[in-house]
């Protein structure tokens, strides 16, 4: 038995991880070009959205973004997760540009950051570091719960992966997804104190926020590829 052990574990490392409760470079990779493909699908969605109480352009920066997302991580060799969050994150920073340019590009930029090369991640890593993306976020932006931002759909999905005490991570990213469209819907009682829409304030009652859209999102698209290939026998 402890001889089993020591070769699962020795080919784990070998390969960064490759057990359902850890996802290694590649998959992160993967999981990271899945959503960036589907956001790019959004366009026109959350840009309506946008249109509402903000200038409707947010379809367009998410949309370019997550194309130079798509572009530079095919083109890419990560090396570990930290590449792989790198490499998104200055892709978000350098095509989407304005105020949500910096905040997306933050919110990938400021997670896995770290010098310690991270070749594999658990659930509490990775609730640990949508944690430290929460924090830099609400640092650039100044933005807190109930101001009708992005910040709205990702605090509460930083709290249900942390709130996680299981180690799968499609189940995980399900909740997250959840909390996440939960705090959408939330923002259309906020009246805007940050950003292009706070110019409307109490006019913005009633109306979803662009961000947060965005953010429940990506969560969804993480869970929906984490649910496909978590399950299937490569794992
Ligand atoms: P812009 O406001 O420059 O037109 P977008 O339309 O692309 O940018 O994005 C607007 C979204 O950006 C908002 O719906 C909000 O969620 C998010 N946002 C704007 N400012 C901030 C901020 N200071 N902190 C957090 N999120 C913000
Ligand atoms: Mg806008």
Known sequence: LPMLHTIKSSRDFADGGNSMDCLNTQQMKEMVLYVAQHMIENRDFLSEIDRKIGD?????????????????????RPASINDVFRIAGMSLLNSMGGASGVIFGVMFLSAYK???VILCTDVETFGREMGNSLDAVKL??????????????????????????????????????????EGVQNTKKYAASVGRAKFLNQRSVGFQDAGATSVWLIF?????????RMHDHAF
């Open 56 to 76: 409707g352009d947010h379809g367009i920066g998410i949309s370019n973004g997550f194309e130079a997302v798509c572009k530079n991580l095919r083109q890419s």
């Open 140 to 181: 650039k932006g100044k933005a807190n719960l109930g101001d009708k931002t992005m910040v709205d759909a990702f605090e509460p999905a930083v709290e249900a992966i942390r709130g996680c005490t299981g180690n799968d991570f499609a189940i995980t990213l399900k909740e997250a997804a959840d909390a996440a469209y």
């Open 220 to 228: 969804k698209y993480m869970h929906e590829w984490a649910e496909g």
């Open 114 to 116: 770290q010098k310690e």
